[in-house]
Nanobody, 120 residues
Framework: QVQVMQSGGGSVQAGGSLRLSCTAS????????WAWYRQAPVKAREFVSDIRRDGSRNYADSVEGRFHMSQDSIRNGVYLSMNSLRPEDTATYYC??????????????WGQGTPVTVST
């Protein structure tokens, strides 16, 4: 079973930047896919961005052009660089790791969540 650990985040004023980190334990037959989601108070969890195995990236319209997701193959993880932050970006951010087994099947593991607060 893959284990996921998140770090980063915190509080920043509007217009500022933060970077989130997500790493996963290595499992020999896993082919990893990575995604970030966020959940604001009293709102449903929503998609932020992902990296597919072919390296392509997708972003929610609300963060396109401001957030950038990158991969760190040495640490087996990903970063989410968040720029031009807005108060509406305030949420708990979750990393989701999908392990696709080379032998078939897959499973998802969520990180513990990282709070991000953007003040005016």
């Amino acid at each position: 079973q893959v284990q996921v650990m998140q770090s980063g985040g915190g509080s920043v004023q509007a217009g500022g930047s933060l970077r989130l980190s997500c790493t996963a334990s290595r499992v020999s037959d896993c082919r990893y896919e990575w995604a970030w989601y966020r959940q604001a108070p009293v709102k449903a969890r929503e998609f932020v961005s992902d990296i597919r195995r072919d390296g392509s990236r997708n972003y929610a319209d609300s963060v396109e052009g401001r957030f950038h997701m990158s991969q760190d193959s040495i640490r087996n993880g990903v970063y989410l660089s968040m720029n031009s932050l807005r108060p509406e970006d305030t949420a708990t951010y979750y990393c989701k790791v999908t392990c696709r087994s080379a032998y078939g099947g897959s499973h998802e593991v969520w990180g513990q969540g990282t709070p991000v607060t953007v003040s005016t």
